[in-house]
């Protein structure tokens, strides 16, 4: 009886392992782990992403490795980690690393997101020209306003570093510290500073800076003549990250390179899918996709 009471315990436990082990998920377009790389800039508006698509499909699993571009594409590219979130897509350089390997990189672009100046309450300006931002990055600034971006390699600052076609930054004019909280924080302590970042970050910061948000305000940007929204002073609102009038626009797209039909595949056609777009509409930025709306008029004569 003994022996009895000792076996009976051991024929359960191996039973139930060998049941975890026939239960283990399958790696398809719609179940399993996939691995991304995440600009820190959107990291609000994937949280969001991700939450829904797991009602959808509750067998994933993501985990997510964020940080500024500069830290996230060399892991990329060494294909430690073959999904990432960007403001821009790979460049021939860079995609020919993965086609010598015979692996198709696939590019998605599924929101618009905007890069917001703001300053604080107590600076009298509330407007800034796209000429006056490149000149300030190009070191010449007779009113002497001042930009703090938050970090040196963040694609804020690379965004705007293309935008006035400079590669090094003036000694004046131009500051850098660590995170878009960072910057909220000394804009809020200097308020005769400007700070950048990008729309999605701010509309939907984390507690951290809810005390700080009420003491600031955006600016609204004048484009360089010529281009759209050159006639009055935009903010990085919806509608006008919708329409191209504000000035300081980026693509925000999913890269994938993952040679075959996984989740992270399956994840990038939901992103471009009807409820993926709304969940972008919803966060603040620009649908990638405007899902349309039809209506069934029947006359009742």
Known sequence: MKKLLFVLPLFFFIACKNKAKKETI????????????????????????????KLDYPDTKFELVQGNENKIIPTFLNDSIRVAILSRMLTPEETKMYTNRSIRVASSRFAIDGIALFTGNNNPDSTITADEVISILKGSNPKGKKLVFDNAYSSTLRYFKELAQVKELPKEGIYTLNTNKDVIKYVVANPDYIGVTGVNWLMNGNREIEGFTPQIKLLGVKNVKGK???????????ANLINGKYP?????????AEGRTGLG???????LGQRGQLIVLKSGLGPSRMTSRDFNLKSEN
């Open 26 to 53: 399958a790696e398809t377009a719609t179940t399993g782990t996939v691995k991304m790389l995440v600009d820190e800039s959107f990291s609000s508006v994937l949280a969001d992403q991700i939450e829904v698509f």
């Open 228 to 238: 759209p929204g050159d006639d009055q002073f935009y903010k990085p609102e919806q």
């Open 248 to 256: 300081f626009l980026r693509n925000v797209y999913i890269i994938n």
């Open 265 to 271: 595949t399956g994840f990038a056609s939901w992103l």
